[in-house]
């Protein structure tokens, strides 16, 4: 099985900061992930897939990069209303497993 | 737009079956991708239960395998769940989803999610 080790496991920012979250997988993965959103009694929310491309209708303020075994999901200038959760989630088909993920609160 | 929209008993007595379905509107299951169940804990993270696909395959997370059965019925235009032998560590939030089968297998589509609590 994948193990994906994801950092922070929270985080504290200000507004219009620059937030920066890793994920590291325990093998080569090619670009096999994903990052998910998820708020408070939701469902989790598909922000990019396959490490680097924007799904549709999410704000370009968000990106991904990273192959391999490397990963890193930024948000580039954070708004209040991106306070959530973050997951990572690698894809070893057909098994699925997410990381831990990552709190981000409004400082 | 594609929705789903799980379905089921919120409270399952420890040792019995939980059993969940979920709807699929704005999307014939038969035209493709796969389905999926996912879960959540209160307070904890994700866990990928199971997925199937249209003709009926189906992939099972390792730890849970030997409780799971998923099946779909075109028909109806849904999928289900089952989870046998259930106990305190199965109460969680159950999502499904849709999802890819090549590439990153991504999670495109999910349902609000349904609280199950095991309890007697």
């Known amino acids: 099985d994948i193990q994906m080790t994801q950092s922070p496991s929270s985080l504290s920012a200000s507004v219009g900061d620059r937030v920066t979250i890793t994920c590291q997988a325990s093998q080569d993965i090619s670009n096999y992930l994903n990052w998910y959103q998820q708020k408070p009694g939701k469902a989790p929310k598909l922000l990019i897939y396959?490490?680097?491309n924007l799904e549709t209708g999410v704000p370009s303020r968000f990106s991904g990069s990273g192959s391999g075994t490397d990963f890193t999901f930024t948000i580039s200038s954070l708004q209040p209303e991106d306070i959530a959760t973050y997951y990572c989630?690698?894809?070893?088909?057909?098994?699925?497993?997410f990381g831990p993920g990552t709190k981000v609160h409004i400082k | 737009q594609v929705q789903l929209q799980e379905s089921g008993p919120g409270l399952v007595k420890p040792s019995e079956t939980l059993s969940l379905t979920c709807a699929v509107s704005g999307y014939s299951i038969s035209s493709g991708y796969y389905w999926g169940w996912i879960r959540q804990p209160p307070g904890k993270g994700l866990e990928w239960i199971g997925s199937?696909?249209?003709?009926?395959?189906?992939y099972y997370n390792p730890s849970l395998k030997s409780r799971v059965t998923i099946s779909v019925d075109t028909s109806k235009n849904h999928f289900s769940l089952k989870l046998s032998s259930v106990t305190a560590a199965d109460t969680a939030v159950y999502y499904c989803?849709?999802?890819w089968g090549g590439g990153s297998g991504r999670l495109d589509y999910w349902g609000q999610g349904t609280l199950v609590t095991v309890s007697s």
């Open positions: 396959d490490a680097s």
């Open positions: 989630q690698p894809y070893d088909n057909p098994i699925f497993t």
């Open positions: 199937i696909y249209h003709s009926g395959s189906t």
């Open positions: 989803a849709r999802h």
